[in-house]
């Protein structure tokens, strides 16, 4: 027959929850994210993230398109060309690589096409998209439709304020 | 992750703090009106915002919440007597009107002024619905009164019940507008709660555990909504409203009645949780009722004579993990409401935020804390009145619908997500 046994511990039972036990939580870093990409889709998308691309984070990398990519159809990932805010090349390929969350960030007039290019290749790699709308929501209704079937999670908002505060909460 | 002194800003709501300065912008619950079910009927303690104060009802059927303490040598005044007109102390005699105006002193000479001299704090006390509301900022400030629909509906089509959560207010709050757990915590509710069951919705919840999010800037506050494949060419959306500071809606479910919650600070570490369900256009079967009142949906199964639920900390939420493997819920404990608490009071009475690690479909969650953070800074550097004050920003309802793929639901659904009289809640 098996025995049930009770906790009687502080930190074994109920009273676990109390603030006096909540103290004893294990206080050092948890290893987590390493791979935010954050990439604007167009140019007002640019200016805000190479301003925000300034603060101190962890492992981000802040990317801006190199080139319009006109048209999906018959390109791959190797066909969106990306620059980091110093202006030094990458590529979408090298970027996702060692990506755990792709953040697509877009004002109006964005890159209907690169959204695409960039969703599917984070589909096929299961790397969580993200999408930040910065505008009124008037001006931005074609960038929001062009980038919703690619973003997992999407974000309309009026205040840039929304990148910082969404890069700070993932640990970017 | 949030900062340290952010986490602090959002959290504390004694009087004096940032954020207690906001929720003192709002009508908030500050009982049920069950608790003072007659004239001269026993007073009540009530504590929030980290203030203690006495609710009566007097022999005219005014309602008043003033402060606990008697001016006189500070006993409490919940051992008052509440009889002709107002709440006199037993121990001197000390008597106080519902507005903590002192009305008769009786150590004082017969046609002494000092009696008009003294006088506790009080707030408002008002009912609407079956709640009782109250507003504890600057009288000068006092907005209308609050106009959300489950409490302006006949009495018959709506029920609200509460719960005391031992945890910070925000912990509570942020679980009403994080629908991915819904598919997972609540797994087992969707498939055997009588006010969840047996909907096409369900179906497309089940159908599809890893939904898209979008969150959409709401006058009042927010739009969450998550979508789910439906049919080959539509999407499952359930949307949740949220009207600053703490009021939130659940996506409804079929015909079943819509619930919501509002999240009160009691002190810093603890809060309560207004459960309510309603029918915007029918009454309540008998058979609804009975099922909220036993706890299903998400109400609680209280301790008799309290508003404290069966299962809590002390008996670990009476979890069962043997129904845990059979798979009749999925965490092992009962019901909804216990379902979430128990999970949000392992947190600590205030979660420390610096060590969380949030996912991007956690957005809404970060949005609503970037924007309780706006709120509370404006207000205090320029006195700027919040979101969620003005009673239009009361008329919205949750929804859940089936929208073709290409269709935006701030768009597609700016009607379903407003008040109609008259007009169903929009639902699958």
Same mark, same amino acid.
């Given at each position: 027959?098996?025995?049930?046994?009770?906790?009687?511990?502080?930190?074994?039972?109920?009273?676990?929850?109390?603030?006096?036990?909540?103290?004893?939580?294990?206080?050092?870093?948890? %290893?987590?994210?390493? /791979? =935010?990409?954050?990439?604007? &889709?167009?140019?007002?998308? *640019? #200016?805000? @993230?190479?301003?925000?691309?300034?603060?101190?984070?962890?492992?981000?990398?802040?990317?801006?398109?190199?080139?319009?990519?006109?048209?999906?159809?018959?390109?791959?990932?190797?066909?969106?060309?990306? %620059?980091?805010?110093? /202006? =030094?090349?990458?590529?979408? &390929?090298?970027?996702?690589? *060692? #990506?755990? @969350?792709?953040?697509?960030?877009?004002?109006?007039?964005?890159?209907?096409?690169?959204?695409?290019?960039?969703?599917?290749?984070?589909?096929?790699?299961?790397?969580?998209?993200?999408?930040?709308?910065?505008?009124?929501?008037?001006?931005?209704?074609?960038?929001?439709?062009?980038?919703?079937?690619? #973003?997992? @999670?999407?974000?309309?908002?009026?205040?840039?304020?929304?990148?910082?505060?969404?890069?700070?909460?993932?640990?970017? | 992750?949030?900062?340290?002194?952010?986490?602090?800003?959002?959290?504390?709501?004694?009087?004096?703090?940032?954020?207690?300065?906001?929720?003192?912008?709002?009508?908030?619950?500050?009982?049920?009106?069950?608790?003072?079910?007659?004239?001269?009927?026993?007073?009540?303690?009530?504590?929030?915002?980290?203030?203690?104060?006495?609710?009566?009802?007097?022999?005219?059927?005014?309602?008043?919440?003033?402060?606990?303490?008697?001016?006189?040598?500070?006993?409490?005044?919940?051992?008052?007597?509440?009889?002709?007109?107002?709440?006199?102390?037993?121990?001197?005699?000390?008597?106080?009107?519902?507005?903590?105006?002192?009305?008769?002193?009786?150590?004082?000479?017969?046609?002494?002024?000092?009696?008009?001299?003294?006088?506790?704090?009080?707030?408002?006390?008002?009912?609407?619905?079956?709640?009782?509301?109250?507003?504890?900022?600057?009288?000068?400030?006092?907005?209308?009164?609050?106009?959300?629909?489950?409490?302006?509906?006949?009495?018959?089509?709506?029920?609200?019940?509460?719960?005391?959560?031992?945890?910070?207010?925000?912990?509570?709050?942020?679980?009403?507008?994080?629908?991915?757990?819904?598919?997972?915590?609540?797994?087992?509710?969707?498939?055997?709660?009588?006010?969840?069951?047996?909907?096409?919705?369900?179906?497309?919840?089940?159908?599809?555990?890893?939904?898209?999010?979008?969150?959409?800037?709401?006058?009042?506050?927010?739009?969450?909504?998550?979508?789910?494949?439906?049919?080959?060419?539509?999407?499952?959306?359930?949307?949740?409203?949220?009207?600053?500071?703490?009021?939130?809606?659940?996506?409804?479910?079929?015909?079943?009645?819509?619930?919501?919650?509002?999240?009160?600070?009691?002190?810093?570490?603890?809060?309560?949780?207004?459960?309510?369900?309603?029918?915007?256009?029918?009454?309540?079967?008998?058979?609804?009722?009975?099922?909220?009142?036993?706890?299903?949906?998400?109400?609680?199964?209280?301790?008799?004579?309290?508003?404290?639920?069966?299962?809590?900390?002390?008996?670990?939420?009476?979890?069962?993990?043997?129904?845990?493997?059979?798979?009749?819920?999925?965490?092992?404990?009962?019901?909804?409401?216990?379902?979430?608490?128990?999970?949000?009071?392992?947190?600590?009475?205030?979660?420390?935020?610096?060590?969380?690690?949030?996912?991007?479909?956690?957005?809404?969650?970060?949005?609503?804390?970037?924007?309780?953070?706006?709120?509370?800074?404006?207000?205090?550097?320029?006195?700027?009145?919040?979101?969620?004050?003005?009673?239009?920003?009361?008329?919205?309802?949750?929804?859940?619908?089936?929208?073709?793929?290409?269709?935006?639901?701030?768009?597609?659904?700016?009607?379903?997500?407003?008040?109609?009289?008259?007009?169903?809640?929009?639902?699958?």
């Amino acid at each position: 027959m098996s025995t049930t046994f009770r906790p009687i511990l502080g930190s074994s039972c109920a009273r676990a929850t109390s603030a006096v036990e909540m103290r004893y939580r294990i206080d050092r870093p948890i %290893r987590g994210r390493r /791979g =935010a990409r954050i990439i604007a &889709l167009d140019a007002g998308a *640019d #200016a805000i @993230v190479t301003r925000i691309s300034r603060n101190p984070w962890g492992h981000a990398h802040f990317l801006t398109l190199a080139g319009p990519v006109a048209d999906v159809s018959g390109l791959g990932s190797d066909s969106v060309a990306l %620059r980091d805010t110093a /202006g =030094a090349p990458s590529s979408l &390929l090298a970027e996702l690589d *060692d #990506a755990d @969350v792709v953040i697509m960030v877009a004002t109006t007039g964005s890159d209907a096409a690169a959204a695409t290019i960039v969703g599917a290749a984070c589909t096929v790699r299961a790397i969580m998209t993200a999408g930040l709308v910065i505008g009124e929501r008037a001006t931005v209704n074609a960038t929001v439709a062009a980038i919703r079937p690619h #973003a997992r @999670v999407l974000m309309v908002s009026g205040d840039e304020q929304d990148v910082m505060d969404v890069l700070s909460a993932l640990r970017a | 992750m949030l900062r340290a002194e952010i986490n602090e800003l959002l959290t504390k709501t004694d009087p004096g703090t940032p954020m207690g300065e906001l929720f003192r912008q709002y009508w908030i619950p500050a009982l049920l009106a069950e608790e003072l079910r007659e004239n001269d009927c026993p007073p009540v303690r009530v504590k929030l915002l980290g203030e203690r104060m006495v609710a009566i009802r007097d022999s005219d059927g005014r309602y008043g919440l003033i402060d606990e303490f008697c001016a006189h040598r500070g006993a409490s005044l919940w051992f008052g007597r509440n009889e002709g007109s107002g709440l006199r102390c037993p121990y001197h005699g000390w008597k106080y009107d519902v507005t903590g105006q002192a009305v008769e002193i009786p150590s004082e000479p017969e046609h002494s002024n000092f009696c008009a001299h003294v006088k506790l704090t009080s707030y408002p006390l008002v009912k609407i619905g079956d709640v009782l509301w109250t507003f504890m900022g600057d009288p000068a400030k006092q907005p209308p009164l609050p106009e959300f629909e489950f409490a302006l509906v006949p009495p018959e089509r709506t029920y609200t019940s509460k719960r005391w959560q031992e945890c910070n207010w925000l912990q509570a709050f942020e679980g009403g507008i994080d629908s991915s757990h819904v598919s997972w915590l609540h797994s087992g509710g969707l498939k055997s709660d009588p006010l969840f069951k047996g909907t096409k919705g369900n179906e497309y919840n089940m159908g599809d555990l890893k939904p898209y999010f979008e969150v959409a800037d709401a006058e009042g506050g927010l739009f969450v909504g998550a979508r789910r494949n439906a049919e080959e060419d539509t999407y499952y959306w359930r949307i949740t409203p949220w009207v600053m500071p703490c009021f939130t809606m659940v996506p409804p479910r079929g015909d079943h009645p819509v619930h919501g919650h509002f999240w009160i600070p009691i002190d810093d570490e603890n809060c309560w949780a207004y459960s309510f369900d309603y029918h915007p256009v029918r009454a309540l079967t008998a058979e609804e009722v009975q099922a909220m009142k036993d706890g299903h949906g998400v109400h609680s199964e209280n301790i008799p004579g309290t508003y404290r639920p069966a299962a809590n900390k002390d008996n670990d939420y009476l979890i069962d993990r043997a129904a845990q493997k059979r798979g009749d819920t999925y965490s092992g404990v009962k019901g909804i409401a216990i379902q979430d608490s128990s999970l949000q009071e392992s947190m600590g009475p205030i979660v420390d935020r610096t060590k969380e690690m949030l996912v991007s479909a956690d957005s809404g969650i970060i949005k609503a804390r970037q924007k309780l953070k706006k709120a509370v800074e404006a207000l205090r550097d320029k006195g700027t009145t919040p979101p969620g004050v003005d009673p239009a920003h009361h008329h919205v309802r949750s929804a859940a619908v089936v929208l073709p793929r290409d269709a935006s639901f701030v768009e597609a659904c700016r009607e379903d997500l407003s008040v109609r009289e008259g007009v169903r809640q929009s639902s699958v």
